[in-house]
């Protein structure tokens, strides 16, 4: 029997299977809003048979997207371009539909991947002035962030909650808390990006100290019943940065506070990163995370292959597979993944007559005639 497409709980939210489709910006929204692009790409997607899907860095203000098109979430335009997006979802899709809320820090203000994706400097068109823990820039030659005072912070804390509180109204089915690829949550995290001399900066405990202050004002604005969780890159790839000791102990205080799982990735807060790619690359981080931690743990890198995201459920490596890549490429994986190890998956009643001759039990439910 299959361990992939196993059941999975995340804290009261119940998985069909362990294969979740990861954040992936698409930076097409307008204004912060989903339209048509959305439909489509979520739509699609809702019907692939993964057991959760996690919508793109979702914006918790304006100034906190990495790209004037990114999707936001801080007004009541947003809310209701997401609503009619997430309507068509539920009409025709069972999957869990949970949403990764982010602020983009010093890397925000930036083009969109297939322009360049350099920064915007404050003044040029489509720019703006970015925030971070500290005036310290992501790369040399760019324009620095301003460093966020108690006003800036406490700003920040608010619109991850006013964020939330959106979430819960739409309906959303769990929050992920983005503190990962070099954005705001885990330019406090790192020593490279954070070089605050206040309770925010300096030890392992301060850093971490906005981070879990966030968490802990979403966790509280959003409803009790369902999940929320927090996506952390477990090294920075450089010395001296973030790393897996530092991630262990935030996994563990964020544990002790009521978080659900953790969402394991890494890199992102520098251009000095020098990152070993290889198939699964990530897992161990996030293996040591589950054993060390004790919460669901969700491993993310390079995992393309049915036979490899079963081998990392079945070895105790993680709890559930994160895909996004390879998602894109073939967003029926999980189709396939089930036909490939002997397993069934859900899929809409419209593509039942797809189902192939040799694999006769495929999709759950399945039956079809015609006169």
């Known amino acids: ?22 954040p992936m910006c698409q930076y097409s929204a307008e204004e912060g809003s989903a339209g048509d692009w959305h439909m489509i790409h979520l739509g699609h997607l809702a019907l692939s048979g993964a057991g959760l899907l996690i919508t793109e860095a979702t914006a918790v203000s304006p100034e906190g997207r990495i790209t004037a098109n990114d999707l936001g979430l801080y007004s009541d335009a947003n809310e209701a371009a997401l609503a009619r997006v997430l309507a068509a979802i539920r ?13 983009a820090g010093r890397k925000a203000s930036s083009q969109a991947p297939w322009a360049g994706g350099r920064q915007i400097r404050p003044g040029e068109t489509g720019g703006w002035q970015t925030v971070a823990p500290s005036a310290v820039p992501h790369a040399e030659g760019e324009a620095a962030p301003a460093a966020l005072d108690r ?3 406490d700003k920040v804390r608010a619109d991850f909650v006013a964020t939330a509180r959106r979430a819960a109204r739409l309906g959303i089915d769990g929050l992920e808390i983005h503190a990962a690829h070099g954005y705001l949550l885990h330019q406090f995290l790192s020593p490279l990006a954070n070089h605050r001399d206040d309770e925010y900066g300096g030890s392992l405990e301060n850093r971490m100290r906005f981070v879990l202050e966030i968490f802990d004002a979403v966790r509280a604005g959003f409803p009790a019943d369902k999940p929320v969780w927090v996506r952390i890159s477990a090294t920075d790839w450089v010395p001296g940065g973030w790393d897996i000791d530092g991630t262990v102990a935030l996994s563990q205080a964020l544990k002790a506070r009521g978080c659900a799982a953790i969402h394991v990735t890494t890199g992102g807060v520098s251009p000095a990163q020098a990152i070993k790619l290889g198939p699964g690359y990530q897992v161990p981080y996030a293996q040591r995370v589950k054993a060390e931690v004790g919460l669901p743990t969700l491993a993310v890198g390079l995992i393309t292959e049915p036979e490899q995201a079963e081998a990392i459920i079945a070895n105790h490596e993680a709890d559930a597979v994160s895909l996004a890549r390879a998602m894109l490429y073939d967003p029926r994986w999980p189709w396939h993944a089930a036909a490939r190890l002997g397993a069934q998956v859900s899929a809409p009643k419209q593509y039942w007559r797809s189902q192939p001759r040799e694999f006769k039990d495929l999709f759950k439910g399945a039956s079809f005639g015609q006169r």
């Open 1 to 22: 029997m299959s361990q992939l497409f196993q059941p999975l709980a995340i804290g009261n939210l119940q998985l069909d299977n362990r294969i979740v489709i990861a």
């Open 91 to 103: 009409a025709h899709a069972p999957i869990a539909v949970a949403m990764q809320i982010s602020h």
């Open 151 to 153: 006003a800036g912070l």
